[in-house]
């Protein structure tokens, strides 16, 4: 004779039922959760289409900076201030050209892009302006004479401007690298801002870019107090 | 038993494919960055030596391997004889040795410099050969100009459009910044040209490794570490001026120019980069210099240089090796995207099979062995022959007008000058590597080929094994391209010197138009 076991409520069944289920539920998303935060912590770095394209791009350009300050500080009669301000300049650009052409051979990239400056976006309907809202910038155009020839980048010296420096000595080649190297730059910080507020660059670019600015902005300040010392101007921009 | 061997035999074979696409696929990309074109692959790891033509009268042919100087030759002064097989010697200028690469204009040669020449104050400088009678040439000058002075490595170049010779100074394996150019219409008298940028000043670039655009207006220096590649301006050879410089893989080393300007093929040392130089060619304001695509291969490193030739109008490649027995390849370019290797070029010494014997009889040598290292070809369009300095196997010489039945019709493997004092030749780089007894530069194909079991390394041991430095001498290099002249050859090899040959009429005939091309310079 068995005692007669009281009756459960239906709903008490229910109940705990229902809250079972949902502690599987919770422990099942938990799980899931964590293998998918641990999926993304695991997930290898990639570049975006906009670092890459900054790293080939910003590599090139620095190569010609490092050209035009490699050929003031071989000309006769070109001072210590601006010897001294080349060798910084290729040593920065060296290092920072080691970097950026250092993640593109780790990510597999080619180091020149198939289309230069196409991550900056163009803005026709804001030509000349430089930069554009939210990042972007204009590309700079070149002389219709080479209008076939594929835009230039920005602040680029041309064949002829890098041949006038290499003939030139003394205070008339310090001038004329000051003014090129003085636009160089500017051009090279429009590059920076442009990749710095883009949305899709990772940190480690944004932070180079703007270490960029700010290095390339002193620089522009000091060169352009080193051109008004010696009674000469920016070329205009 | 069989099925084990031949299983084992597969595991091998597989092992084999699978380290030489890795070994590609890390110099490739350690070295040469992948292009927009994409990189290509090449694993065929040729196995075939090239078919000899039989020795005629007067020849003193090589008795094993074709390319082999084996260790019983080099221990019995056998190879100070030399071996020849349808060419002979009709005169030469030793001088204190013969550089790395020389240049050839006229009647003339000029003589690479080593920098240990401007140590010892023999023979300083570039020597100026006058070989108007190549069984009597003559050392009759010395270019001393900064950029000639310390070493020229492998810049030294002719344009003989314009008659222009130039070089950089290269001391050891890098160098840069001092640049001479001369004119060289009167042969036997070259004139200094820039006598300021470049010789009072440094310019702006480094090189291992130089040569002329096919018109002549543009110098290209390259190489070695980091891959910098800089074009100088020599339109006003007065004034030659950087242009343009940049960067294209980690280590670049020689390369060869198409006959419009347009293309380069720069060694990236596991194979070649395609660059369009067009814009610099072409003097564009703003010039970019897009990388178009790369050609890699397992067998052979430290590609050395390109010569681009047409057939039938269509582009092909010839591409040579300086390491790692990879001899040389000749690739169908008509499409840079959808490269094709036509052809290989190997000795039997450079044979997987061979590599065994290739360290038995090169120990005790030096740091280089039988390897091509620079090939000149007789003219561009539809070239009948090829001739390299093929390292340790002297000057070698190929039928090239059939792709497909590409044969040796000759070589000339200079006597060794085992017995004279190395402080006698220090324009030598073969008495000054002669330091090291490794032949080092073959150790990657080697590795790759002994895991593929083709080398059994018993038989790499032999009496010269221990010799693992003051190599003896036994053998020269041959490292300067040779140029045809009619049926003469003129080559330069390192303790020998100027080498004015003759091949035999039997052989070979000089083609209607023959021009010799290396890809950057024009002699």
Redesign the interface.
């Known amino acids: 004779m068995g005692r007669e076991r009281p009756a459960v409520p239906r709903t008490a069944v229910l109940a705990v039922g229902a809250s079972a289920i949902a502690v599987l539920l919770l422990a099942v998303g938990a799980v899931v959760g964590a293998a998918w935060q641990s999926r993304d912590n695991d997930r290898a770095p990639t570049m975006s289409a906009v670092d890459v394209g900054f790293a080939q791009d910003m590599?090139?350009h620095h190569?010609?900076a490092?050209?035009l300050?490699?050929?003031v500080?071989?000309?006769?009669g070109v001072g210590p201030e601006i010897t001294g301000l080349a060798t910084r300049i290729i040593t920065a650009q060296t290092a920072e050209?080691a970097t950026l052409?250092g993640w593109?051979?780790w990510f597999?990239?080619?180091?020149?892009?198939?289309d230069?400056m196409s991550w900056m976006s163009v803005t026709d309907d804001d030509p000349g302006s430089g930069h554009g809202h939210h990042g972007t910038v204009t590309r700079t155009t070149?002389?219709s004479?080479?209008a076939d020839?594929?835009?230039?980048?920005t602040g680029?010296a041309?064949?002829?401007d890098?041949?006038r420096l290499?003939?030139l000595t003394g205070r008339a080649a310090e001038v004329w690298f000051l003014q090129l190297m003085i636009r160089h730059h500017q051009g090279g910080l429009q590059m920076a801002k442009a990749a710095h507020n883009n949305d899709e660059v990772s940190p480690t670019v944004k932070r180079t870019a703007y270490e960029m600015m700010t290095d390339q902005g002193q620089e522009i300040s000091q060169m352009t107090m080193l051109l008004e010392a010696r009674g000469a101007r920016p070329l205009p921009g | 038993m069989n099925n084990k061997l031949s299983l084992s035999h597969r595991v091998r074979q597989r092992a084999g494919v699978v380290i030489a696409l890795a070994a590609t696929a890390v110099l490739g990309t350690a070295l040469a960055a992948p292009a927009s074109a994409g990189n290509h692959y090449f694993m065929d790891v040729g196995d075939t030596a090239v078919k000899q033509l039989d020795c005629g009268p007067g020849s003193s042919p090589e008795a094993g391997l074709s390319g082999d100087v084996p260790s019983a030759d080099r221990e019995s002064g056998r190879s100070e004889r030399g071996y020849t097989c349808n060419m002979k010697l009709l005169g030469k200028a030793q001088g204190a040795g013969g550089g790395i690469v020389s240049a050839n204009y006229d009647h003339c040669s000029y003589t690479g410099s080593v920098f240990s020449t401007a140590i010892t104050k023999k023979n300083t400088g570039v020597q100026v050969i006058d070989a108007k009678d190549p069984r009597n040439p003559k050392i009759v000058g010395a270019l001393t100009a900064p950029g000639m002075l310390a070493g020229t490595w492998e810049t030294l170049k002719v344009n003989k459009e314009r008659k222009l010779l130039a070089g950089t100074a290269v001391p050891l394996l890098w160098g840069g910044g001092f640049f001479a150019v001369y004119d060289i219409s009167d042969c036997a008298h070259p004139k200094l040209l820039n006598t300021g940028p470049g010789t009072k000043t440094p310019l702006p670039f480094t090189s291992h490794e130089g040569g002329f655009s096919p018109d002549g207006k543009t110098y290209w220096a390259s190489g070695l570490s980091p891959g910098h590649l800089s074009a100088i301006d020599v339109s006003d050879p007065r004034r030659p001026k950087v242009i343009w410089q940049g960067l294209y893989a980690f280590v670049g080393h020689g390369f060869g120019i198409s006959p419009d300007g347009n293309r380069m093929y720069l060694s990236n040392m596991a194979g070649v980069t395609v660059l369009d130089i067009s814009a610099v060619q072409r003097r564009d304001p703003n010039p970019q210099v897009p990388h178009i695509a790369a050609y890699h291969w397992p067998d052979g490193q430290l590609n050395q240089h390109t010569i681009p030739v047409f057939y039938d109008g269509h582009p092909y490649i010839i591409t040579i090796d300086e390491a790692g027995s990879g001899g040389v390849k000749i690739f169908d370019v008509q499409r840079v995207d959808k490269p094709a290797l036509a052809a290989q070029i190997k000795l039997e010494i450079n044979l997987p099979r061979n590599l065994d014997a290739n360290l038995r009889s090169s120990m005790g040598g030096s740091i280089f062995s039988y390897n091509a290292h620079y090939c000149s070809a007789d003219r561009v369009e539809n070239p009948t022959a090829l001739a390299c300095g093929w390292e340790s196997s002297g000057i070698r010489v190929f039928d090239i007008t059939n792709l497909k039945k590409i044969t040796q019709i000759g070589y000339y493997n200079p006597p060794t000058k085992r017995s004279t004092n190395p402080f006698d030749l220090p324009n030598s780089p073969h008495a000054i590597g002669s330091i090291i007894g490794l032949p080092a530069v073959e150790f990657i194909s080697l590795g790759m080929q002994t895991i593929n079991g083709k080398v059994r390394l018993h038989e790499a041991i032999g009496p010269r094994t221990g010799k693992i430095a003051f190599g003896d001498r036994s053998t020269d290099w041959c490292m300067s391209p040779p140029e045809f002249r009619g049926n003469q050859i003129w080559a330069t090899c390192s303790d020998n010197g100027f080498l004015a040959l003759e091949l035999s009429a039997r052989v070979y005939t000089p083609p209607a138009g023959q021009n010799t091309t290396l890809g950057n310079s024009t002699s």
């Open positions: 590599s090139v190569d010609q490092i050209l300050a490699g050929t500080a071989g000309l006769p050209n052409r593109l051979t597999g990239k080619p180091l020149t892009a198939t230069p070149v002389p004479a080479a020839q594929g835009p230039a980048m680029m041309s064949t002829a890098i041949s290499a003939d």
